[in-house]
Antibody
Framework: QVQLVQSGAEVKKPGASVKVSCKAS????????INWVRQATGQGLEWMGW????????GYAQKFQGRVTMTRNTSISTAYMELSSLRSEDTAVYYC?????????WGQGTLVTVSS | QSALTQPASVSGSPGQSITISCTGT?????????VSWYQQHPGKAPKLMIY???NRPSGVSNRFSGSKSGNTASLTISGLQAEDEADYYC??????????FGTGTKVTVL
């Protein structure tokens, strides 16, 4: 079955960067887009961007342009999302998710806490 | 890109039907048949319930159905059950080749 296993919780200081990993299994990694979605506590879902694992092409939400980078390592079927210049408002659970127009599978989420 | 507009809450009694709306623009909901609906229970990852406006993934109950008219999509839950109590989010593909989520709706089973 499809599994997306994310890296563990992170605590970062304001201004730092965080890199979250997402290891895929149960399907051909390069055949489906990977999206990143975040959710602050008690808030809604916020789409951050997508990556085509085959080509490496990416598309980011305007809000995160210049601060987010999505990459992959196809040899280990792993996608990465790096967010820089962290601020307290970036404290949230970050999800990787498989799919294009619809997201069929989700990782378990990674809590990123930004605090001084 | 602004979030799609959903009612903050919808409630119903067991066995009843409820409908959740999701309003966007001609650049997202109205322009593409790529509307999806997700169910999220507290502390859990979202689960896909409807994709491409009205298609159900394998394993999703046929009590869940989706439709679209103009710039507004809808999710209907028929035969409401206690386990349906959750947050629901719509999403749409956009003209900017991005995705946008709705504001979310809390469904309460009375």
């Amino acid at each position: 079955q499809v599994q997306l296993v994310q890296s563990g919780a992170e605590v970062k200081k304001p201004g730092a960067s965080v890199k979250v990993s997402c290891k895929a299994s149960g399907y051909t990694f390069t055949s489906y887009d990977i999206n990143w979605v975040r959710q602050a506590t008690g808030q809604g879902l916020e789409w951050m961007g997508w990556m085509n694992p085959n080509s490496g092409n990416t598309g980011y939400a305007q809000k995160f342009q210049g601060r987010v980078t999505m990459t992959r390592n196809t040899s280990i079927s792993t996608a990465y999302m790096e967010l820089s210049s962290l601020r307290s408002e970036d404290t949230a659970v970050y999800y990787c998710a498989r799919g294009g127009g619809a997201i069929f599978d989700w990782g378990q989420g990674t809590l990123v806490t930004v605090s001084s | 890109q602004s979030a799609l507009t959903q009612p903050a809450s919808v409630s119903g009694s067991p066995g009843q039907s409820i409908t959740i709306s999701c309003t966007g623009t001609s650049s997202d909901v109205g322009g593409y048949n790529y509307v999806s609906w997700y169910q999220q229970h507290p502390g859990k990852a979202p689960k896909l319930m409807i994709y491409d406006v009205s298609n159900r993934p394998s394993g999703v109950s046929n009590r869940f159905s989706g439709s679209k008219s103009g710039n507004t999509a809808s999710l209907t839950i028929s035969g409401l059950q206690a386990e349906d109590e959750a947050d629901y989010y719509c999403s749409s593909y956009t003209s900017s080749s991005t995705l946008v989520f709705g504001t979310g709706t809390k469904v309460t089973v009375l």
